[in-house]
């Protein structure tokens, strides 16, 4: 064999090892948060179950459960290819239900979704007891896969509508 064969502390092999490793820590810190992040939704399940009848509760705790589900279905469908995927200014169009999203975008899209979950989850502590159920998961699947998404590209997207204006915005503190 020869020497370079052995010798696998060669520069270009552990700069490649290297990037790997900080992809994977990446997606590790982004998964992590988006855990923290989707401890929210308990979290507002609780304080509505706190706050309604106790004969509305079942209803409260199964319109949480299914808006993490309907949101995670529109969001892949069509939400996060809205959001982050190459389009023009004012939307993406590509990437639909996660065709031909790369690999190393998987954590990003878990991430975000589960803050288009929240996003769409604040307003079910506002209308507990005062909304039809078929209304709410109609308003759900609608934010999670258009409005929400719009507005993170106008954002977030590279070429977006506010971030060509020089609109700067961490995490959704303007």
């Known amino acids: 064999m020869a020497e370079s064969q052995l010798n696998i502390t060669d520069q270009p092999h552990l700069d490649?090892?290297?990037e790997e490793l900080a992809e994977n820590i990446d997606a590790m810190f982004l998964l992590f948060n988006a855990m923290i992040v989707s401890l929210m939704q308990a979290g507002f399940a609780c304080l509505e179950a706190g706050c309604v009848n106790s004969k509305?509760?079942?209803n409260i705790?199964?319109?949480?459960?299914l808006d993490m589900f309907?949101?995670?279905i529109f969001f892949w469908l069509i939400g996060y290819s809205l959001a982050y995927s190459p389009g023009n200014a004012y939307l993406g169009y590509s990437h639909w239900a996660g065709v031909g999203v790369p690999e190393g975008r998987l954590a990003h899209w878990f991430f975000q979704f589960v803050f288009?979950?929240?996003a769409a989850t604040i307003l079910s502590g506002a209308v507990a007891e005062r909304c039809?159920?078929?209304a709410y998961i109609v308003y759900s699947s609608v934010?999670?896969?258009f409005v929400y998404p719009v507005v993170a590209h106008w954002a977030w997207a590279e070429g977006g509508l506010l971030a060509e204006l020089?609109?700067?915005d961490f995490a959704g503190s303007g």
Do not use: D, H
């Open 166 to 168: 020089g609109y700067r």
């Open 143 to 145: 934010i999670s896969g």
């Open 132 to 134: 039809n159920f078929t």
């Open 56 to 58: 509305n509760v079942t």
């Open 70 to 72: 309907i949101c995670g």
């Open 61 to 65: 705790l199964m319109k949480n459960v």
């Open 116 to 118: 288009a979950a929240t």
């Open 16 to 18: 490649k090892r290297l």
